[in-house]
């Protein structure tokens, strides 16, 4: 009794060799294409073809009404060379990601520990902070930031600032604290990178005598760093392409005297006031290469300090 | 956790994010409601131009059952950018309200319909034909006036007698107007007026005093860096006085009279285009007044009628016709001109204006009396500003910002702007 238990291998089911009857590859890679239809649909008509139109016209000298004129590579030029203004926006808009992308990732992370030892009510307060990332970004609360740091504003009332939208010296500030203010989503996220860190640790770390500050600096900061780069790479693409704050606060101009005049209102100013929609189509690229380059720097420089779990022994 | 899946995941997000930063945005397409015609029309103002105008289309839906009219309005800033987005989307709406500065650039840019060919239900021979002929771009009646207006200094008038300043007068100049509101800071602690030197339409009438002009006959720039650097020190040395408002308030400026200084209760007058001038009523319970711009120092007035606004019909409505019936009603019907009044400046209809001028209530007998008092002392207007010019408006005020705010002298600022619109009218 050796062989017989095993049934014979003849007398399974017969699998590939006559089941399949494989259907031809393209014919199941149809299937698949019907389904991805609509997203493909959508990228191509929504987004591949305007970005060939773009780039085909920063290369124009296009005044919306008129046919584009082809004038190579003189948007590029004239913009490094030639426009002041494009340089001023240039330096907005990097003083605004300064300010605002680490004010507003020290604010998600301060109020996301402050929720996470909490039992009761942690819904209700992780809404109530969440709930700026949904409002902020539509223009009526854009609208009523304005009223509020207007001249006669909340904001005057209560310090005497005489309106901040107004000074020059200001004006960003106000417009970074919009973006500041909606720091819900990255604080959620920092909630979530903050209740996978093993209590072990900290118990650990306690046992071996370290204080809170040790244990934040020790624990949560290195085991945190993959969430804290995300954050970071997520926010600062995102400030480079601010743009409804510094409309809303400074009424569509970039003022007072260009102090909000961060890129992409600057982009809209040459391309829907002033018509030259070729330079603002030069303007999109270059932003898009510079956000590129950027990125690309920040995830150098993570090699450094993002520490993966993983890699826990390198 | 494994690690090198959230590296990953940062990384797809990210590309993710950089795909979004050059996402275009779509049109909308016309709608037409239970069979009836559905026409879309636009123009920028205040309220009180809204409520009339929207008593007016009522009357007009009323005369016209198979039509429904969608109209929108906003502030004249605002305004011109969405008309220009629409426009150049080929969304324009089928009748639009244009400023003398936009009929160039869409009339070449084949955004708007020849109403000569509408003769049949749009009618224009009540139309002076000098004015009708401001709506001519290459010979070809683009656009309609609507009214005729002119610039003026409107002022509070309880605070400016209270003062005991002299009131303003017929043919004062330059130097009078900069008298009184120095006068006026002093003697009522607030500005005498909004500082002229963001606005270009008070720098034309300056200019124009002087015998000088904004733009050649061939669509050029008609003064040099010296002229513009000598108005910005004018305007410098009375800000720095406290004469007229300050960068801060004169910053808020976006062409609505609730956002002027004098709107807003913190200057004594301000200068605007007469009609818009009702909107300051609700804001200025105590009532103003118009008189003339100043002069130039020989006495050559600057302000000139100028059509005050146009109305013109999209080159791809679907409704040409109607479109057309639209623009007659606004223009010739007597019971619309009743209603509308001289919310868009005096009425081009000859018969109606003479009709409707004893009629005339309240503000709009004000403007009308204004104008007929300047009649015969102004010079001809001058033409239709070359397509460059719609920019450059906003590009005067911004650079006259950087003066304003002391970041530039009145020279470097004033170079910087024939820099830029020289280039502007080149392209």
């Keep these: 009794m050796t062989t017989t238990d095993i049934p014979a291998p003849t007398a399974r089911p017969k699998r590939p060799a006559t089941a399949p009857k494989r259907r031809p590859k393209r014919e199941r890679e149809g299937a698949a294409w019907v389904f991805l239809s609509p997203w493909v649909l959508g990228a191509i008509v929504l987004t591949l073809l305007p970005m060939a139109v773009s780039l085909y016209l920063s290369f124009t000298d296009y005044n919306l009404f008129d046919p584009p004129r082809w004038v190579g590579l003189r948007n590029y030029t004239q913009m490094f060379t030639e426009d002041p203004r494009y340089w001023r926006s240039v330096m907005t808009t990097l003083t605004y990601v300064v300010i605002a992308v680490p004010l507003q990732l020290a604010l998600a992370l301060a109020v996301a520990l402050a929720l996470k030892p909490m039992k009761r009510g942690k819904g209700f307060y992780r809404s109530a902070f969440y709930a700026p990332s949904l409002l902020g970004a539509s223009m009526s609360i854009a609208l009523v930031w304005r009223a509020v740091f207007n001249d006669g504003g909340t904001v005057d009332n209560l310090l005497g600032t005489g309106g901040w939208v107004n000074k020059p010296g200001w004006a960003l500030l106000s417009v970074a604290l919009l973006t500041v203010w909606q720091f819900g989503a990255p604080m959620v996220i920092f909630l979530a990178g903050l209740q996978q860190i093993p209590a072990e640790l900290y118990e650990a770390a306690a046992v071996d005598g370290a204080g809170k500050w040790r244990q934040f600096v020790s624990v949560t900061v290195p085991m945190l760093s993959p969430v804290l780069f995300f954050n970071l790479v997520l926010q600062t693409i995102q400030a480079f392409q601010v743009f409804t704050p510094a409309f809303a606060v400074s009424a569509g101009k970039g003022g007072p005297a260009d102090s909000t005049l961060v890129y992409t209102m600057y982009l809209y100013d040459r391309g829907f006031v002033a018509s030259h929609m070729g330079y603002a189509s030069a303007m999109a690229w270059v932003l898009l290469l510079v956000i590129g380059a950027v990125t690309a720097v920040l995830f150098r420089t993570s090699r450094s300090w993002v520490f993966y779990a993983s890699e826990g022994d390198r | ?427």
């Design chain 2, 1 to 427: 956790m494994p690690g090198h899946r959230t590296k990953g995941f940062c990384a797809s997000a990210a590309a993710l994010a950089l795909c979004a930063v050059l996402a275009g945005c779509g049109g909308s397409g016309e709608s037409v409601g239970g069979g009836k015609v559905a026409l879309r029309y636009t123009w920028w103002g205040n309220p009180d131009r809204a409520e009339r105008t929207e008593q007016a289309i009522a009357l007009f839906e009323k005369r016209h059952p198979n039509v429904q009219v969608q109209t929108s309005f906003s502030g004249y800033d605002a305004y011109k950018q969405k008309l220009a987005v629409q426009a150049t989307g080929g969304d324009a709406p089928d009748v639009m309200q244009l400023d003398y500065r936009q009929i160039d650039q869409y009339a070449s840019g084949g955004v708007l319909l020849d109403l000569a060919k509408q003769k049949a239900v749009l009618h224009t021979s009540e139309i002076d034909p000098g004015l009708l002929a401001t709506g001519l771009v290459d010979g070809t009646q683009y656009a309609i006036p609507q009214g005729r207006g002119t610039e003026t200094v409107v002022y509070d008038v309880k605070t400016w007698k209270a003062s005991g300043v002299p009131l303003p007068r017929q043919g004062w100049t330059w130097s009078d107007w900069a008298a009184a509101v120095r006068e006026l800071a002093k003697k009522t602690g607030k500005p005498g007026a909004t500082d002229p030197g963001q606005s270009e339409d008070a720098f034309e009438v300056w200019l124009r005093g002087r015998g000088k002009a904004l733009y050649t006959k061939d669509g050029s720039l008609g003064f040099t860096a010296d002229d513009l650097t000598e108005w910005w020190t004018f305007a410098d040395k009375l800000r720095r006085a406290g004469a007229v408002s300050p960068a801060e308030q004169t910053t808020q400026l976006d062409g609505s009279v609730e956002n002027t200084p004098l709107g807003r209760g913190k200057a004594v007058s301000d200068f605007n285009w007469d009609a818009p001038a009702s909107g300051y009523l609700a804001l200025i319970p105590d009532g103003v007044a118009l008189a003339p711009m100043p002069a130039g120092e020989n006495g050559t007035p600057g302000q000139y009628f100028k059509p005050s606004m146009f109305l013109g019909v999209s080159a791809n409505t679907g409704h040409a016709k109607e479109s057309a019936q639209l623009v007659d009603f606004l223009l010739n019907d007597q019971d619309a001109a009743k209603i509308l009044g001289a919310a868009r400046g005096i009425p081009v209809n000859e018969t109606i204006r003479e009709k409707t001028a004893p009629q005339l209530m309240d503000f709009d007998k004000t403007v009308a009396d204004f104008q007929s008092s300047l009649e015969g002392t102004l010079k001809d207007p001058p033409q239709a500003p070359p397509s460059g010019d719609n920019a450059l408006q906003s590009t005067f005020q911004r650079d006259y910002d950087q003066v304003s705010y002391e970041r530039m002298s009145p020279r470097e600022a004033a170079e910087n702007y024939v820099t830029e619109a020289k280039a502007e009218l080149r392209s």
